[in-house]
């Protein structure tokens, strides 16, 4: 089937043609005989790369133009969400016959908003969490959604799966008449899927570039089409012996390994092998590359690292990178510069990066509980799906690394030849239910228990079991709602309190809110910003925590001694073992917080806590989130005397800063570096910046022209227009130099939403 024969709008099939597209991959064709450019509900499980992103445009696009519909795509990460946003962007040139623009908008943040500007586009991109929240707090756009594309769907699986599966039922019940388009790369029963949905169902191996998995021992890998690939001995290393064979060869490689620590080690080892292989003009390209990484975030050990291995056209992967980072790794591997990444599996689950040769390093994951364990057949499915680049491979290889004969025959049979395993619901896990159960109540979605079995009935989870299993949780959920005041009882009918009210909206866990309820009641003997720092890392929602580690457990230990008056929660005294450790993490995590809002470096946080920029900002994302909601929380139990602390205590935790620096930091553009410089240039006031001649801030290290003006024109300071063009005409070189100065924060204050 050619696109010039689709049943879309003319100026999208112009605007397909200019983009290369003439002719439809088969799995492309079975979704449109599949009627679902008719509107019809569909569950498309196909690899990656063979097409599932053009069905979901044509889709949306016709819903927008022909039937005046809004669209919302469903994805599981924020980085998917903005890679999403990218792609969609080509449809903004279309107009509707009205002659509007079609509008296309991302929002991944503050999940305590109604976003109601959201109304205004016709593609919305989130993530699952945030159509949650939209959803709690009856975002009145989104009865008018009549497209919902779910990305990812086989996460409906995992421990997120739950919040997935409720927003795709509520959706459905405000719209009984909406479109579900559900994608994935591996779903075995796709067909179940589909009978939830009421959908037909596309399942299809077609790939644009054939996969060949194999094992590999010794010399040699023996693939399930019956081939043998012999390997040259480039390396001792298996991994990144196999990963080279691909780069002599013309390919780049994914080595997937079990920990960051092995990321490191595996790319480290690459890039010696790497090294002086490149033609020089490659080398010029990685070594800028490899500034770039230096000049973007604080210097750690963790950059340098980082630096040094791309360098030679390597890189490490893994989550307690800094995002800016990461961007640069995969537009450098996307643009093939580096050719091998070892990245921990959180990249098979993320943005779109194909390689020719996917190695799994290996197939075991430490599990909490268990040590040591074999990955899910999904989980492997996921990986050795990255391999093969479209348009520049004609196959890509994954390969599993055995070390006998007959673990290579039990990898073929356990994992190659495998199929992967159902998706089931994970739904009526207490902790899951707890919250959605709260939600529906306090939206008024539901309010009485009939009412909330049916809609639970309604789900992945009810398509599959009875009811009855569920209703028994449900019972118990009921109880403590009630015993913790969140919801109330009226005759038959179900009612939140103004307190579950506030917890739903503000997105915690119930529990998390008892926690934070019972230490702002209780408070402390010695009220500290360690008090609620740690009060907020008690709560289930401040995961994961920060473990201490052998170097740093005594500090720790000494730490939690000395500070035993400012717990505004019971701790224990160390009598169970599994309850101490995790009452360190919490100190540790607490404590990291306290050194960050002291203007600790990403540095100081690596030598001192083994902390990396990703696992500071994770640290920083949730406790900026969990101290809003105690500050929210705060008001609503009419505990107003530690709002002010609380309200301060979130600026500094979300910039990073110490108390006196905050008038500066919430200028635009001015982060905890620029703020620090100011204050030390004697610039301690946003009066004293008014009063500051624009020539004497340009003089500043870090500052410039350009941003000395804006900070004029925020402080309501007058910029002479001469004096401004005399000195913007000679500050480009400065320019050149602070726009790779990264000011924290960055990513906090970066937009989320477009």
Same mark, same amino acid.
């Given at each position: 089937?050619?696109?010039?024969?689709?049943?879309?709008?003319?100026?999208?099939?112009?605007?397909?043609?200019?983009?290369?597209?003439?002719?439809?991959?088969?799995?492309?064709?079975?979704?449109?005989?599949?009627?679902?450019?008719?509107?019809?509900?569909?569950?498309?499980?196909?690899?990656?790369?063979?097409?599932?992103?053009?069905?979901?445009?044509?889709?949306?696009?016709?819903?927008?133009?022909?039937?005046?519909?809004?669209?919302?795509?469903?994805?599981?990460?924020?980085?998917?969400?903005?890679?999403?946003?990218?792609?969609?962007?080509?449809?903004?040139?279309?107009?509707?016959?009205?002659?509007?623009?079609?509008?296309?908008?991302?929002?991944?943040?503050?999940?305590?908003?109604?976003?109601?500007?959201?109304?205004?586009?016709?593609?919305?991109?989130?993530?699952?969490?945030?159509?949650?929240?939209?959803?709690?707090?009856?975002?009145?756009?989104?009865?008018?959604?009549?497209?919902?594309?779910?990305?990812?769907?086989?996460?409906?699986?995992?421990?997120?799966?739950?919040?997935?599966?409720?927003?795709?039922?509520?959706?459905?019940?405000?719209?009984?008449?909406? /479109?579900?388009?559900?994608?994935?790369?591996?779903?075995?029963?796709?067909?179940?899927?589909?009978?939830?949905?009421?959908?037909?169902?596309?399942?299809?191996?077609?790939?644009?570039?054939?996969?060949?998995?194999?094992?590999?021992?010794?010399?040699?890998?023996?693939?399930?089409?019956?081939?043998?690939?012999?390997?040259?001995?480039?390396?001792?290393?298996?991994?990144?012996?196999?990963?080279?064979?691909?780069?002599?060869?013309?390919?780049?490689?994914?080595?997937?390994?079990?920990?960051?620590?092995?990321?490191?080690?595996?790319?480290?080892?690459?890039?010696?092998?790497?090294?002086?292989?490149?033609?020089?003009?490659?080398?010029?390209?990685?070594?800028?590359?490899?500034?770039?990484?230096?000049?973007?975030?604080?210097?750690?050990?963790?950059?340098?690292?980082?630096a040094s291995a791309v360098s030679s056209g390597a890189a490490f992967h893994h989550a307690g990178l800094n995002s800016e980072h990461r961007r640069i790794i995969e537009a450098a591997f996307k643009a093939g510069r580096i050719k091998i990444i070892?990245?921990?599996?959180?990249?098979?689950?993320?943005?779109?990066?194909?390689?020719?040769?996917?190695?799994?390093?290996?197939?075991?994951?430490?599990?909490?509980?268990?040590?040591?364990?074999?990955?899910?057949?999904?989980?492997?499915?996921?990986?050795?799906?990255?391999?093969?680049?479209?348009?520049?491979?004609?196959?890509?290889?994954?390969?599993?690394?055995?070390?006998?004969?007959?673990?290579?025959?039990?990898?073929?049979?356990?994992?190659?030849?495998?199929?992967?395993?159902?998706?089931?619901?994970?739904?009526?896990?207490?902790?899951?239910?707890?919250?959605?159960?709260?939600?529906?109540?306090?939206?008024?979605?539901?309010?009485?228990? /009939?009412?909330?079995?049916?809609?639970?009935?309604?789900?992945?989870?009810?398509?599959?079991?009875?009811?009855?299993?569920?209703?028994?949780?449900?019972?118990?959920?009921?109880?403590?709602?009630?015993?913790?005041?969140?919801?109330?009882?009226?005759?038959?009918?179900?009612?939140?309190?103004?307190?579950?009210?506030? &917890?739903?909206?503000?997105? &915690?866990?119930?529990?998390?809110?008892?926690?934070?309820?019972?230490?702002?009641?209780?408070?402390?003997?010695?009220?500290?910003?360690?008090?609620?720092?740690?009060?907020?890392?008690?709560?289930?929602?401040?995961?994961?925590?920060?473990?201490?580690?052998?170097?740093?457990?005594?500090?720790?230990?000494?730490?939690?001694?000395?500070?035993?008056?400012?717990?505004?929660?019971?701790?224990?005294?160390?009598?169970?073992?599994?309850?101490?450790?995790?009452?360190?993490?919490?100190?540790?995590?607490?404590?990291?917080?306290?050194?960050?809002?002291?203007?600790?470096?990403?540095?100081?946080?690596?030598?001192?806590?083994?902390?990396?920029?990703?696992?500071?900002?994770?640290?920083?994302?949730?406790?900026?989130?969990?101290?809003?909601?105690?500050?929210?929380?705060?008001?609503?139990?009419?505990?107003?005397?530690?709002?002010?602390?609380?309200?301060?205590?979130?600026?500094?935790?979300?910039?990073?800063?110490?108390?006196?620096?905050?008038?500066?930091?919430?200028?635009?553009?001015?982060?905890?570096?620029?703020?620090?410089?100011?204050?030390?240039?004697?610039? /301690?006031?946003?009066?004293?910046?008014?009063?500051?001649?624009?020539?004497?801030?340009?003089?500043?290290?870090?500052?410039?022209?350009?941003?000395?003006?804006?900070?004029?024109?925020?402080?309501?300071?007058?910029?002479?227009?001469?004096?401004?063009?005399?000195?913007?005409?000679?500050g480009s070189e400065q320019r050149a130099l602070t726009d790779f100065v990264e000011e924290e924060p960055v990513e906090e204050e970066g937009p989320e939403d477009r």
């Open positions: 089937m050619r696109v010039s024969e689709l049943d879309v709008p003319a100026k999208v099939k112009d605007l397909l043609l200019k983009r290369g597209y003439d002719e439809l991959y088969p799995p492309q064709e079975e979704a449109i005989k599949a009627e679902v450019l008719d509107g019809k509900n569909l569950v498309m499980a196909s690899p990656t790369a063979s097409g599932k992103t053009l069905i979901a445009e044509l889709c949306a696009a016709k819903h927008v133009l022909e039937k005046e519909g809004k669209v919302i795509y469903l994805t599981p990460l924020r980085a998917l969400a903005w890679e999403k946003y990218e792609e969609f962007q080509t449809y903004t040139v279309l107009e509707k016959r009205s002659g509007v623009k079609i509008r296309v908008g991302v929002s991944t943040g503050d999940l305590d908003s109604h976003t109601t500007w959201l109304a205004d586009y016709d593609i919305v991109i989130t993530t699952n969490e945030k159509c949650d929240s939209l959803l709690r707090h009856r975002s009145p756009w989104m009865k008018g959604v009549t497209l919902v594309i779910a990305d990812e769907i086989h996460l409906i699986g995992n421990d997120r799966g739950p919040t997935l599966e409720v927003a795709i039922s509520r959706l459905r019940q405000l719209n009984p008449r909406v /479109q579900v388009l559900a994608m994935s790369a591996t779903i075995r029963n796709a067909d179940e899927v589909a009978e939830w949905l009421d959908a037909s169902y596309v399942k299809t191996e077609w790939r644009p570039v054939p996969l060949k998995e194999g094992v590999a021992l010794n010399d040699g890998i023996i693939f399930n089409d019956g081939s043998v690939k012999r390997l040259e001995p480039y390396h001792q290393q298996d991994a990144v012996n196999i990963a080279l064979n691909s780069v002599e060869g013309g390919g780049q490689s994914l080595i997937f390994v079990e920990s960051r620590r092995r990321a490191q080690s595996v790319a480290r080892v690459a890039s010696q092998a790497l090294s002086g292989k490149h033609r020089k003009r490659e080398q010029t390209e990685l070594e800028k590359i490899s500034s770039e990484i230096v000049l973007r975030g604080e210097k750690t050990r963790l950059t340098d690292e980082l070892a990245a921990t599996p959180t990249l098979a689950a993320g943005v779109n990066l194909p390689a020719r040769t996917a190695v799994i390093g290996s197939y075991r994951r430490f599990t909490p509980g268990y040590g040591m364990y074999p990955i899910s057949v999904l989980e492997y499915k996921q990986m050795s799906g990255r391999a093969g680049r479209p348009q520049y491979d004609e196959y890509g290889e994954a390969v599993l690394i055995a070390s006998s004969s007959d673990e290579q025959d039990a990898l073929m049979e356990n994992y190659v030849t495998a199929k992967p395993e159902k998706l089931y619901s994970r739904l009526a896990q207490e902790a899951a239910l707890r919250g959605h159960a709260l939600a529906s109540i306090a939206s008024d979605y539901a309010h009485t228990e /009939q009412v909330l079995i049916d809609f639970f009935g309604q789900t992945f989870y009810g398509y599959h079991y009875p009811m009855g299993s569920i209703k028994l949780i449900l019972a118990g959920i009921m109880g403590y709602l009630r015993r913790e005041d969140m919801i109330e009882y009226k005759g038959d009918y179900i009612y939140a309190t103004e307190f579950g009210r506030r &917890v739903s909206e503000l997105y &915690v866990d119930p529990t998390t809110a008892v926690v934070i309820r019972e230490g702002l009641r209780g408070g402390a003997p010695e009220v500290t910003d360690f008090t609620w720092l740690h009060l907020i890392c008690h709560t289930p929602n401040m995961r994961p925590i920060l473990r201490p580690r052998r170097n740093d457990m005594e500090a720790v230990e000494e730490y939690f001694e000395e500070h035993r008056d400012e717990f505004a929660c019971r701790v224990g005294d160390g009598g169970d073992y599994i309850d101490y450790e995790q009452l360190l993490g919490e100190v540790k995590t607490a404590m990291v917080l306290e050194a960050w809002i002291r203007e600790a470096s990403e540095s100081d946080l690596m030598e001192k806590y083994s902390v990396a920029p990703g696992d500071r900002y994770s640290a920083v994302h949730n406790a900026d989130w969990l101290l809003y909601s105690t500050y929210e929380l705060a008001e609503t139990l009419g505990i107003r005397e530690y709002r002010g602390h609380l309200r301060r205590l979130r600026d500094r935790v979300r910039y990073g800063v110490t108390e006196r620096l905050l008038p500066l930091v919430r200028l635009r553009g001015i982060g905890r570096v620029r703020a620090r410089v100011l204050f030390n240039s004697g610039f /301690q006031t946003v009066a004293s910046l008014k009063r500051a001649p624009v020539e004497r801030l340009v003089e500043i290290p870090l500052i410039g022209s350009r941003l000395a003006k804006q900070i004029k024109e925020q402080v309501g300071g007058v910029v002479d227009g001469d004096v401004w063009r005399r000195l913007d005409q000679t």
